[in-house]
């Protein structure tokens, strides 16, 4: 039965170092390793320090301070391969969500608030999300000084998002002017009240990003918004 090659067999092999007949017939017939020879890990190195201290010439034995000076060394080239994955992750890191985040700037997005601006046609666009199904759902819509301009009735929703476009006109048809709007909804299933939240529309001025945390939007009308909470980018 062919036997298991010793983290020392490994270890030489590794290093390009011959074994004798017995020990090259047992590699061979061994399982190799899974990693490249070119590469060496702590377990190598202890496996070669130790074959070092067990063939070295008794008469010439590795001196303490040349040994101290092998170790010493093989550890100042594992902290430095190790810091260098670290900041090489943390630059990765940082830039990749610097550069998506500054991406925002000057776009629409859609996400949770309450104010919403008029396109320059009149009218806007947003969204309602339901936690659960209704069967009464209606949108108010306040000018600036807080005067209700319309009211609409949307049809029965799943729970989800609920869409609408508002035209820009006022209960009696006349064209609303001025913003921006107050949006606000009412929702129910069968009498009972169901959690509504409006979204709307609204461009991304600028954005910041706090030490630790998610990137954040600075946006129109709503506010500092993370990036996690836009639903939507036009």
């Known amino acids: 039965m062919a036997t298991t090659p010793s983290s020392f067999d490994t270890a ?3 290093a390009g170092i011959a074994r004798n007949a017995s020990a090259t017939a047992a590699g061979t017939a061994a399982k190799q390793p899974s990693k490249s020879l070119s590469e060496m890990g702590p377990g190598d190195f202890i496996a070669l320090l130790t074959a070092q201290m067990k063939n070295q010439d008794p008469f010439e034995p590795v001196d303490n301070s040349q040994m101290v000076a092998q170790m010493a060394q093989f550890s100042s080239l594992a902290g430095i391969s190790e810091m ?6 943390i630059s990765t890191k940082l830039s ?3 550069s998506d985040a500054a991406a925002y700037v000057g776009k629409t997005v859609l996400t949770e608030g309450k104010t919403a601006y008029p396109r320059s046609g009149g009218g806007f666009a947003g969204a309602i999300e339901l936690d659960d199904a209704v069967s009464s759902l209606k949108l108010t819509i306040k000018d600036a000084s807080g005067t209700t301009v ?3 009735d949307l049809p029965a929703q799943a729970a989800g998002t609920a869409s609408y476009d508002w035209d820009g006109k006022a209960e009696d ?3 609303v ?8 909804a009412a929702a129910a299933n069968n009498g009972s009240a169901v959690t509504a939240r409006t979204l709307v529309w609204a461009p991304v ?10 990137p954040v939007l600075d946006i129109a009308g709503v506010g500092k918004v993370k990036t ?3 639903r939507a980018i036009a």
Do not use: E, H, W, Y
């Not at 260098?84 to 992750?89: A, E, I, P």
């Not at 002017?177 to 606000?184: A, E, K, L, N, S």
């Open 150 to 152: 319309r009211t609409i």
């Open 12 to 14: 030489m092999k590794n």
């Open 228 to 230: 996690t909470a836009v």
């Open 173 to 175: 048809g006349t064209d």
């Open 96 to 98: 990749g969500g610097a």
């Open 84 to 89: 260098g994955t670290t900041l090489k992750s």
């Open 177 to 184: 002017t001025g913003g921006p709007f107050t949006v606000t």
């Open 205 to 214: 001025t600028s954005v910041s990003m706090p030490q630790g945390s998610d």
